[in-house]
């Protein structure tokens, strides 16, 4: 009886997880901290036109995102179709700290 109980508990527990993870306020924060970065990687590498580029695509794409998340539509979506959002921006922005890691040191001095 009490292992039922714990499983409901547990179920629970997963699905408001999952909604709290989907929900568009929390993939609009996402698609924020993804912008933020490719701002910031453009700053660091601002001698690469071709990165430059990137990054106003980038932004545009985050600026488009940020206003679909904000239609009633965007909740009749899936939950698969969100997660994979989800998925795809948490990728999105892994890459994006990857590239910022492998910056170059802006001086040759050492502090």
């Known amino acids: 009886m009490w292992h039922w109980i714990l499983d409901k508990w547990y179920r629970f527990l997963d699905r408001h997880r999952a909604k ?12 924020e901290e993804i912008k933020d970065i490719a701002e910031l990687s453009s700053r660091v590498w601002a001698k690469d036109q071709g990165l430059q580029e ?10 488009q995102l940020s206003q679909l998340l904000e239609r009633s539509s965007f909740k009749r979506l899936p939950e698969n179709k969100k ?25 040759d001095k050492v502090q």
């Open 54 to 63: 990137r990054v106003r695509k980038i932004c545009h794409e985050m600026d």
């Open 83 to 107: 997660r994979e959002l989800h998925s795809s921006l948490v990728v999105s922005r892994d890459e994006l700290l990857k590239g910022l890691q492998s910056a170059p040191c802006p001086t």
């Open 20 to 31: 709290r993870e989907l929900s568009p306020e929390n993939l609009k924060v996402l698609t």
